[in-house]
């Protein structure tokens, strides 16, 4: 019973060895299905390294722009167009949409959306489609890479089977099989990919250290060898640990609000003791990462009943209709009803100086706005839908509502904006202005996590 063991250990260490020779002298070909926000870095970096690369992608305006050396990503993104625009010319990075141009590959990475369903549970089509037609054109002895975050199992029942199925071959015979998970956030593409650490989960340790050989060769930070189970955990853990801080931050900005103190002098004397560190409160959590990921990591434990995860997402979740709360407490205070008001919004990305408007605080407003009757008009420098002219989005509203802390707007002109609105309600969300400033200026204001002193209405 040992010696078939061995001859397949033997085989995989010829199969490896091999392809580390490759990925050492920049000769291994690379694939990268999903040219999104972690897609399209990672598949530019690995180009400017040296790397023959082969992005693929199903949506024929991205692939156009990205053949043309042109960056689809709009926003603040330090050093990718460029270097995008230097790897297309010199032809080491190519685009298609055809999977058969991946027949002669030797790594895959998979960078493709994974979501969660209505019911909270993941919903793999995305990650399902891509192995499908990866597993029809794959090579001997490839190295797939799982760079999406997915629950914890996810590798061992869903890509392995699906790939096992289509293929033909096993895994850790026919191919190889490792998640590496990705950890960037938009505004930080490059710098995240480059300077922070990976956990290499591989489905076999050779297959982890070869992944290290590969990342090294982009990534500056720690590269640490694990199996896929554990790198599966680390990713969806981290993001759930996000979250359940920022519900934190909010309930405790609610709680100030409700007992007469300021969140930012609480936030501010609480971290002075040490192992503390209270996180910002906001309009919501947003972004494809944390809105989704808790779900995740709560979907690798079937039957236990995650009550920590559940409360902190929907704290979260909760944060929008909140904001509209402290609208109709400063409308009220100016003499006007919520229902039939307009409001200026300012900002609709979930990040600040991001175009990335996945899950945005901001589209959650408007739902409860709408149903409250109230008409919103919206306003962001980087969202193509809602660029223009500032002052007119606040020309004749009755409250203006700062939902994202563009840089855009920290250095407005609060008289500026008063005499713009019809009535002078100003709402802060996002801790972008001090409150005595816009008070001065004479706005009717609410902050995230002031309260309002009962006998006269003044932010405290």
């Not at 926003?75 to 002669?104: F, Q």
């Not at 990650?127 to 190295?143: D, F, N, Q, Y």
């Not at 944060?319 to 609709?348: C, D, N």
């Amino acid at each position: 019973m040992i010696a078939p063991v061995l001859h397949g250990r033997k085989k995989e260490d010829a199969v490896m060895s091999k392809l580390l020779e490759l990925v050492e002298r920049k000769e291994a070909k690379i694939a990268v299905i999903g040219l999104g926000y972690v897609g399209l870095p990672v598949a530019a970096c690995l180009a400017d390294a040296g790397f023959s690369v082969t992005g693929v992608d199903l949506k024929a305006d991205r692939l156009a722009r990205i053949a043309k050396g042109e960056c689809p990503i709009e926003g603040e993104e330090p050093g990718l167009a460029p270097m995008i625009t230097k790897v297309v010319a010199e032809k080491k990075l190519v685009v298609t949409n055809d999977y058969k141009n991946l027949a002669d590959v030797d790594i895959v990475l998979i960078d493709v959306d994974t979501p969660v369903e209505a019911d909270n549970k993941p919903a793999y089509k995305a990650l399902r489609g891509a192995c499908e037609a990866l597993g029809a054109v794959m090579k001997e002895g490839i190295l797939v890479i799982v760079e999406s975050t997915i629950a914890p199992g996810t590798v061992d029942k869903v890509v392995a089977p699906l790939l096992e199925k289509v293929s033909g071959k096993k895994r850790n015979e026919g191919f190889f099989l490792g998640h590496c998970p990705e950890r960037v956030m938009p505004g930080r593409l490059l710098q995240n990919l480059t300077q922070l650490s990976r956990v290499c989960g591989g489905s076999t340790p050779e297959t982890a250290k070869a992944m290290v050989a590969l990342y090294r060769s982009i990534v500056k930070g720690d590269l640490d060898e694990a199996d896929c189970v554990t790198a599966e955990l680390v990713k969806t853990a981290e993001n759930t640990y996000r979250d359940v801080n920022i519900a934190f931050a909010n309930e405790l900005a609610m709680i100030c609000e409700s007992s007469g103190g300021k969140f930012l002098r609480v936030r501010e004397l609480v971290n002075k003791s040490p192992g503390r560190n209270v996180l910002l409160s906001g309009a919501g959590v947003g972004g494809h990462c944390i809105t989704k990921d808790p779900w995740l990591l709560a979907h690798g434990a079937p039957g236990l009943d995650t009550k920590v995860i559940a409360a902190a997402r929907a704290r979260n979740d909760g944060m929008p209709a909140h904001v509209l709360s402290l609208v109709e407490s400063g409308l009220a205070e100016a003499g006007k009803k919520l229902a039939g008001a307009k409001l200026a919004i300012l900002g609709f990305s979930y990040l600040e100086d991001s175009d990335d408007t996945r899950h945005a605080p901001t589209e959650y407003f408007l739902g409860h706005a709408k149903a409250a009757g109230v008409e919103c008009v919206v306003h962001d420098p980087y969202v193509e839908e809602f660029k223009g002219d500032l002052w007119k989005v606040l020309e004749g509203a009755d409250a203006a509502v700062v939902m994202v802390a563009h840089t855009a707007y920290r250095s407005l002109d609060l008289h500026a904006v008063a005499s713009k609105l019809r009535t002078k309600v100003f709402v802060d969300a996002r801790h972008v202005f001090d409150v005595g400033a816009a008070r001065a200026a004479g706005l009717v204001v609410r902050s995230l996590g002031n309260a309002v002193a009962a006998k006269d209405g003044v932010s405290t």
